[in-house]
């Protein structure tokens, strides 16, 4: 699964609310910096081109949907960065969170709740 940047990312995203759809839909979701409709073309290809996206051909236009699950994505997005800014530890994770004062301990104890019920 090749890295996307931000701009595949945003679009991406749209394509998983959308499930499937043309460019012109894709463009009407775009809230700020709208590409020129040429542009979010080349990108959707790009996203084909890449193994994201899929087409169903009607004449010359063609209506695009994820083949990337939202999850799938997400999962190796988080993999990624646990193992590149958190050297693979989800302890890590938390403690950064924590001291960011981005966590609450309400939040941890529901954690460590879901944790001891999978035992």
């Known amino acids: 699964m090749q890295k996307l940047t931000n701009k595949e990312e945003e679009i991406m995203h749209i394509l998983w609310m959308l499930k499937k759809a043309f460019v012109k839909d894709v463009l009407a979701e775009i809230k700020e910096d709208k590409p020129h409709y040429n542009t979010l073309s080349t990108i959707i290809r790009n996203l084909e081109e890449k193994g994201y996206v899929g087409y169903q051909a009607y004449g ?41 004062e981005k966590i609450s301990v309400e939040d941890l104890k529901e954690i460590i709740a879901l944790i001891e019920n999978k035992k």
């Open 60 to 100: 010359k236009t063609h209506q695009y949907f994820p083949i990337v699950t939202k999850e799938a994505y997400k999962e190796r997005f988080m993999n990624t960065a646990i193992e590149n800014y958190f050297n693979s530890s989800y302890k890590n994770v938390v403690s950064f969170f924590a001291k960011e």
